[in-house]
């Protein structure tokens, strides 16, 4: 299970920094490493603060936003220092390792790690499916990024290699489709966006927080690939049915919806 964890840095600035996580994940036997934007990478700063974890440094991929870095992940766990104004699913580290060891066999798990100065954005934790908070001090709650990786991979590591499990619900038996993964999500708020603004039901002027209330209900749930389709197939339906209307308006007639 270890090495479907991936850990993902966004828009870090100091390369040093992404050499010493790179070090915190060997250290715990953890290899997928993903940098969003990176501000210096390559760098020989990086490779210094690796102290041999060249390899993880190496095989690193770099992508332009978070979405690439997640879109084939099955769960996403976005770290959070301070509390939101949306209130979202909220797990210590130690949580975090009972959530990863009720993950199917296979299934990847993304750990994003924001910014030095001001962690992830608003936008970017909506992207995730829960947010890990470590309980540090309150009087000097700020954890270097590498510091922070190497708690939460210490905890992974504890909760797979030693299966110290909080048991998931029980179903009556192994759940039978596959969890979308967030590209498949991200394509489904997409659509419920497209719609809820044709339908009028949300204003693109004046948006408040449904989208964001929206994403919270369906991610809350980790929504199977089947009950994706099941929505998706109701948005086209209403997609559908709203042409209709708008096509007979038009010609003076009335549709039926």
Known sequence: MLENIRIVLVNTTHPGNIGAVARAMKNMGLSDLCLVAPKLFPHEE??????????????????????????????????????????????SPRELGGVATSLQPGKRLAVVFGREDRGLTNEELHLCHHHVHIPTNPEFSSLNVAAAVQVIAYELRVALVEQVTT?????????????????????????????????????????????????????????????????????RTVDEKLAASQSAQSKGGQADV
Do not use: Y
Not at 62 to 68: G, I, K, N
Not at 76 to 82: I, M
């Open 46 to 91: 990086a490779v210094a603060r690796a102290s041999g974890a060249t390899d993880i440094l190496e095989a690193a991929h770099q992508v332009d936003c978070l979405e690439q870095a997640i879109a084939d992940c099955d769960l996403v766990v976005g770290t959070s220092a301070r509390g939101r104004h949306i209130p979202w699913p909220l797990l």
């Open 167 to 235: 048991q998931p619900p029980q179903w009556g038996a192994q759940w039978d489709i596959d969890l979308a993964n967030s590209d498949e999500l991200e394509r489904m708020f997409a659509h419920w966006e497209k719609t809820l603004v044709a339908t009028e039901f949300l204003d693109p002027e004046n948006p408040r927080q449904l989208m964001a209330r929206l994403r919270r209900l369906f991610l809350r749930a980790l929504p199977d690939k089947v009950e994706v389709n099941v929505m998706r197939g109701f948005l």
